[in-house]
């Protein structure tokens, strides 16, 4: 995906999501560090009010495979209690991180949760109850960099999505 296919993208979900919201104030939870390249474009293109919040969870150590293991790296700053919340991920792979994150913010009572992803690859979903509101591409299961995505903290600062070549 270059620059211009991804900012297309990007500005179609922020017009759903400011439709879908009409009259609400959003609370932005950006996932870091792979989700604040998607969160500030978005954001950007968003007309109804928003606020902004972060959080760092890591499932993945270096390289490609999914530990399982979901930590909270840095918690928010701000009680979401009564929030509509947005959570803005780079990309859903196995799920795992997402429905450890959903479970832990509906106990603190916001007004809703959803989830807005740049990437979704369908086909390595582990967890069954991760529910996508909006998604900017479905991608088949490939690594990809880019965007904010990294291949041991490398490439984030790429402002495109490309597909990375693995050696055996
Ligand atoms: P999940 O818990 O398996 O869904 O892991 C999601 C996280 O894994 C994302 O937030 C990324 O940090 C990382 N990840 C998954 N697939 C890729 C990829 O293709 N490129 C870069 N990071 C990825
Ligand atoms: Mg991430």
Redesign the pocket.
């Known amino acids: 995906m270059d620059e211009t296919q991804v900012e297309q993208t990007i500005a179609k979900l922020a017009e759903r999501i400011s439709q879908d919201y009409k009259g609400k104030e959003i609370h932005l939870i950006c996932?870091l560090k792979?989700?604040v390249f998607f969160t500030c474009e978005l954001a950007k293109r968003i007309s109804v009010p928003v606020t902004l919040d972060f959080m760092s969870v890591s499932?993945?150590g270096a390289g490609?495979s999914?530990s399982g293991v979901?930590k909270i790296v840095k918690d928010l700053d701000e009680s979401i209690t009564g929030k509509e919340v947005l959570i803005v991920?780079?990309?859903?792979?196995?799920?795992?991180?997402?429905s450890y994150l959903m479970k832990l913010l509906k106990q603190r009572n916001p007004a809703s949760v959803k989830l807005c992803t740049m990437?979704d690859?369908p086909e390595?979903r582990v967890v069954e109850d991760v529910v996508v509101d909006y998604v900017g591409f479905h991608i088949p299961d490939?690594?990809?960099?880019g965007y904010g995505?990294?291949?041991n903290q490398r490439y984030r600062n790429l402002p495109y999505i490309g597909v990375?070549e693995l050696e055996e």
Do not use: A
Request: glycine share 10%; no cysteine; net charge negative.
């Open positions: 996932v792979g989700g499932s993945y490609t999914s979901v991920e780079d990309i859903i792979d196995s799920g795992r991180t997402l990437l690859k390595r490939q690594f990809v960099v995505l990294d291949y990375v």
